[in-house]
């Protein structure tokens, strides 16, 4: 039997350990963690709707109306009119002809890969999930440089002739940079290939109304466009949805495996979702009041010779380098009551540790500040 032990202290050592915090209020940016008052910049609540008033009351009478659990997968008994209407708002919103919900982003780029046949070229910087959406596909996976459609063009040119599935990021997790998404549309058509756009981190955030990377570049999933959408981040509830067209839709209904084998997520949670939506498309300040928390981050950071990635998006990475570095520094903050954590390899590559910085549309002016000037003190000594 393999010794857990070992391998564990091992990990410890590297300062690769990963362990949990114990949060015992809302995903807020002034939260109670481990039993300490401290300001958070690690949420992928950018709209601040997690635990927004009408979001959290739509959860308690869709509660009230449906009870908790939906009881059985979506084939079975467990689709209920809140989840199609969920649906039908979704599909609205991104201008496709059918969005189909998943409980996770992680499922939905699972499920799309199984139920698409062909070799799959991915960037080399995706999602774990669409990593490993590939492994369970069994798909024949090219990965190619990092935005780089020189690569993904010549790679493309020597495989061999049929299906294939071009997949990418829109915001990359880890670094908030974009795909390249009108010249990866140009590609996907050129090769006969589906692309799928995973915009977890660009929806609700980018484009008008927050429609996403695609909506920002003036295209709409359906034929041959395929998005990925989560509802757990910019749209503060839970679950995920894929949109593309009609056909699409009903093969991922027979055939992706993460969609029919797996209970239906509450009705409820639907309805939450649904009052989240409609706060995204109406509450335009909140992208604004995003992007003027970002701006003031970069133009405090740059004043501060911070090491700023190029990244426009509430992802905003501080590029450190060295793995025990970026955990000390992430401690160092810690210690100072300001949450941002280290991302190390294997999530990024070695020797690409960094301090992952996120904003929410709820965090203060005076919060950028108060992180700008711990990040002076303890990154400039
Ligand atoms: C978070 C994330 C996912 C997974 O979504 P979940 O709903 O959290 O499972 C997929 N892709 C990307 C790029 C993500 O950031």
Known sequence: MKDLRTALEQRRRDGLYRSRRIAASPQLPGRRIDGRDCLSFCSNDYLGLAA?????????????????????AHLLAGHTAAHHALEEALADFVGAPRALLFSTGYMANLGVMAALPGRLFQDRL???????????????????????????????????????????????????DLAPVVELQALARTHAAWLLLDDAHGLGVRGEQGRGSLAQAGITPGNDVILMGTLGKALGTFGAFVAGSEDLIETLIQQARSYVYTTAPPAAVAEAALAALRLCREEGWRRERLQALIGRFRTGAEQLGLPLMASATPIQPLLIGDTGAATRLSEALEDAGILVPAIRPPTVPEGAARLRVSFSAAHEEAQVDRLLDALGSVIKG
């Open 52 to 72: 927004h008033p009408q979001v959290v009351a739509a959860l308690q009478a869709g509660a009230q109306r449906w009870g908790v659990g939906s009881g059985a």
């Open 126 to 176: 995706n999602h774990a999930s669409l990593l490993d959406g590939a492994r369970i596909s069994g798909a024949r996976l090219v990965r190619y440089a990092h935005l780089d459609m020189q690569d993904l063009q010549r790679r493309l040119a020597a495989a061999p002739a049929g299906e294939r599935l071009i997949a990418s990021d829109g915001v990359f997790s880890m670094d908030g």
